[in-house]
Nanobody, 115 residues
Framework: QVQLVESGGGLVQAGGSLRLSCVAS????????MAWYRQAPGKQRELVAS???????NYADSVKGRFTISRHSTRNTVYLQMNGLKPEDTAVYYC?????????WGQGTQVTVSS
């Protein structure tokens, strides 16, 4: 059974940094297409960053140059390093895995950026 557990969210001032973690079980992050999404109040869920099983990364234009997605195969964990945070980055952040035709989601972690 695949499970994704996010952590690392919190309250931070504008310009600050956070690192989100997504620990996977029941699957291997190195063999999956992994991604981070976010959903702000009243808005649709949007893709923030993705990392394919081949290591190709993609970012939303709004976070390019500020956020970095990475994975640690030994720890079976995917990270989202977020620097230069802005109030508009405030959202619930979700980890997503596409693995062996399955589509899996974590429970989300809240990120709040104060101005």
């Amino acid at each position: 059974q695949v499970q994704l557990v996010e952590s690392g969210g919190g309250l931070v001032q504008a310009g600050g940094s956070l690192r989100l973690s997504c620990v996977a079980s029941g699957m291997f992050v190195a063999s999956a297409n992994m991604a981070w999404y976010r959903q702000a109040p009243g808005k649709q869920r949007e893709l923030v960053a993705s990392c394919s099983s081949l290591g190709t990364t993609n970012y939303a234009d709004s976070v390019k140059g500020r956020f970095t997605i990475s994975r640690h195969s030994t720890r079976n964990t995917v990270y989202l390093q977020m620097n230069g945070l802005k109030p508009e980055d405030t959202a619930v952040y979700y980890c997503n895995a596409i693995y062996r035709l399955g589509d899996y989601w974590g429970q989300g972690t809240q990120v709040t950026v104060s101005s």
